[in-house]
DNA sequence: TAAGGGATATGCT
DNA sequence: GCATATCCCTTAT
């Protein structure tokens, strides 16, 4: 599917299944960073407890309510960025957390940012993968599929001699709360 | 594997 | 004012 407007316009349980797999895009100055999304998870509606939105519309849910398509970034623990992506119709809150992707090109920059090169610790939990990207308060609100942007989501370039490209995904369905997928058997996914 | 520190925007009393 | 948060890292058992 296309990455436009009406593929974050959809049901978040769909996006979060479909971004598995996608690519994750962060350019800056010449160089560009890339990393294939192989963990997510989605928040939706005002009756999931685990969303901001729970208990409605404040200044930290509010672009949740936004339109579709679009960053949401804040930082939480005072240190950590985490990179949301809205999902549904404007007023619906709703999104899906990037929580883990498999870097591909700009791993150098990454190590930096990172300060480590363990390929492994460099993007696998939602707040490292906003350092290796450089993803912070300044990018909240950007439109995540126009190919100008500086951040923005791909479809990944189906290989060729390859069939059967796409990964195998899981989902995990929490007690009261979250749905997570993730690709099976990734090294690169956040929990042990 | 477990425990504790880090450092700040946000919401609640 | 105070408690809490979609977490990471280091240090200690």
């Known amino acids: 599917m296309r990455v ?26 010449g160089s560009s960073a890339t990393g294939i999304i192989v963990e997510a998870e989605a928040y939706r509606g ?5 969303s901001f939105a729970f208990r409605g ?22 240190q950590h960025h985490m990179l949301n992506i809205i999902t549904e119709r404007e007023d619906f809150p709703a999104a899906v957390l990037i929580r883990a992707v498999e870097p591909r090109e700009g791993i150098a920059m990454m190590v930096k940012r990172r300060k480590t090169d363990n390929l492994l610790q460099l993007c696998s939990g939602p ?3 906003c350092q290796a990207f450089d993803i912070d308060l300044s990018l909240n609100g950007i439109q995540l599929y126009s190919p100008k942007s500086v951040l923005l989501i791909e479809e990944r370039e189906r290989p060729k001699n390859e069939l059967a490209w796409r990964p195998r995904i899981g989902i995990r369905e929490g007690k009261d ?3 997570r997928a993730y690709v099976k058997d990734s090294p690169f996914v956040s929990y042990k």
């Open 4 to 29: 436009t407007l009406p593929f974050f316009n959809r049901p978040t349980l769909e996006v979060l299944e479909d971004l598995i797999g996608m690519v994750l895009v962060r350019k800056s100055s």
């Open 46 to 50: 005002e009756d999931d407890p685990a």
């Open 57 to 78: 519309r404040t200044k930290r849910s509010e672009r949740l309510y936004g339109p579709p398509g679009r960053a949401f970034v804040y930082l939480t623990y005072g």
């Open 127 to 129: 707040a490292k993968l």
């Open 177 to 179: 709360r979250l749905w």
